[in-house]
């Protein structure tokens, strides 16, 4: 049985038709400030925030916490300022030069024996952390088990779909935020929430709404992962 973990919420925007980026991977930008402020309101809940290098390569940055009300709460809280930004990437190829590594976070990596080699030795991240299985791949479930053990109590996942995925598949997610925005991007190869092989309809992760919210033109949807459902398994 999986050991204690931290609570994991998925946080994304998207398109009516569910895209959360366009066919060129172009940063997601077409949230309203509404849902920007949301969003910074889940990550000043989190102790930590995750994303994948792909996000990561779109945006360049990472979203941190400007708004006094959440700053202060979270120093009631005897939090940091700000919680750990972790990049998740096996390959460990991300551009050192990007703004993300001048921004005031604390930044983790999440990688292989492969994808730390060229970080060792330099001053980018504050840690990195190696966790696989015996074929080179991250343990997923092995991560979120050895970040529960560094008091890692919440965790908000902010992209992207390969990462959602992944998180499915080991049954690690417990909530969803996701904002619909009103626009249309479609194309075939644009990024969806949940990316990966898919899961077949009678496995499929199953979802209980627990808050719906409409601001203006868009509607910010919340969901609790329903986990009396069998082991999931992808296509």
Same mark, same amino acid.
């Given at each position: 049985m999986m050991q204690k973990r931290p609570h994991t919420t998925v946080v994304l925007a998207m398109s009516a038709d569910g895209k959360i980026a366009d066919f060129r991977r172009s940063p997601a930008r077409f949230g309203s400030t509404t849902d920007k402020a949301?969003?910074?309101?889940?990550i000043a809940a989190a102790d930590a925030v995750v994303f994948g290098?792909?996000?990561?390569?779109a945006y360049g940055t990472t979203l941190t916490i400007s708004q006094p009300r959440l700053l202060q709460q979270r120093t009631t809280e005897h939090k940091s300022p700000q919680p750990f930004h972790i990049v998740i990437s096996s390959s460990g190829? $991300?551009?050192?030069? $990007?703004? %993300? %590594?001048?921004?005031?976070?604390?930044?983790?990596?999440l990688t292989t024996t492969k994808g730390a080699k060229f970080w060792q030795n330099r001053a980018e991240f504050d840690r990195i952390l190696v966790i696989e299985t015996t074929t080179g791949n991250i343990d997923t479930c092995a991560v979120w088990q050895h970040l529960a053990s560094l008091q890692i109590k919440n965790i908000a996942v902010l992209g992207g779909g390969q990462l959602v995925a992944s998180l499915l598949e080991f049954d690690l997610i417990d909530e969803l935020w996701l904002t619909i925005c009103p626009l249309i991007l479609g194309g075939d190869t644009a990024p969806t929430p949940v990316a990966?092989?898919? %899961?077949?309809?009678?496995?499929?992760?199953?979802?209980?709404? $627990?808050?719906?919210?409409t601001v203006e033109q868009e509607v910010f949807l919340?969901?609790?992962?329903?986990?009396n459902h069998q082991r999931l398994n992808p296509v």
């Open positions: 949301h969003l910074e309101a889940q290098a792909g996000t990561l390569h190829n $991300i551009n050192p030069d $990007i703004k %993300f %590594f001048q921004q005031p976070v604390e930044r983790w990596l990966g092989q898919g %899961f077949l309809s009678n496995l499929a992760p199953k979802l209980e709404l $627990i808050e719906v919210n919340h969901y609790r992962l329903h986990k």
